[in-house]
């Protein structure tokens, strides 16, 4: 049976849970505050980063960027991507013409088409010349806009008259896809 007290006693005993239920509150929403102030304080949390003289912003996984008015997005921003010395044409020699892909990786193919769909006339898949393909794609050499990408044991990025080749190991094949982007919008 539980005892009988006066009104007095049933008013401190509510006070007293009030004040302790206040206090554990106050705590969480204190630990809270400070969890949240710190998330993302380290170096991989960072949601900006600057790289010569350009600003990128991460949102919804991917690295935003502006250029003339037009936002550029990336798996990856520059200071996380291996740096491959090529010599690569810039985005001028893509604006308005007809761009082919050839690609075994559907992801650095995306990432290809999100960026340069934007500047150029139309983007398709094809076949490189004397190269074994699935399916009936129009078949392009390098005088045509094409770029190349498939696994490779090494590493690399090269470019034969209008013929980029990315070349590298299945898993690194999107960061040298944003490589390639970036020396070819001019932020590398």
């Known amino acids: ?42 170096s991989n949390g960072n949601k900006n980063v600057e790289y010569n003289g350009f600003k990128f912003t991460q949102q919804n996984n991917l690295w ?8 550029f997005s990336f ?10 010395s090529s010599d690569i044409k810039g985005i001028d020699n893509y604006y ?3 761009l082919y892909i050839s690609s075994e990786n559907i992801e650095a193919e995306s990432e290809v088409y999100r960026n340069l769909v934007q500047v150029v006339l139309r983007v398709q898949e094809a076949c490189l010349e004397n190269e074994k393909c699935e399916g009936d794609l129009p078949v392009k050499t390098c ?19 209008n013929c980029i080749f990315i070349e590298g190991k299945k898993d690194d094949l999107i960061k040298l896809t944003d490589e390639f982007l970036f020396k070819t919008l001019g932020i590398e």
């Open 143 to 161: 005088k045509d806009n094409l770029i190349v990408i498939k696994e490779n044991d090494i590493n690399n990025i090269r470019q034969e008259e």
């Open 1 to 42: 049976m539980r005892k009988i007290g006066s009104a007095e006693e049933e008013a401190n005993r509510r006070k007293k849970n009030q004040i302790i239920v206040g206090i554990i509150l106050i705590v969480v929403m204190l630990f809270s505050t400070l969890g949240y102030s710190f998330q993302g304080g380290g």
């Open 75 to 84: 798996e990856y921003n520059p200071k996380q991507v291996e740096k491959i």
């Open 64 to 71: 935003i960027t502006s250029i003339k008015n037009v936002q």
């Open 96 to 98: 308005n013409k007809p």
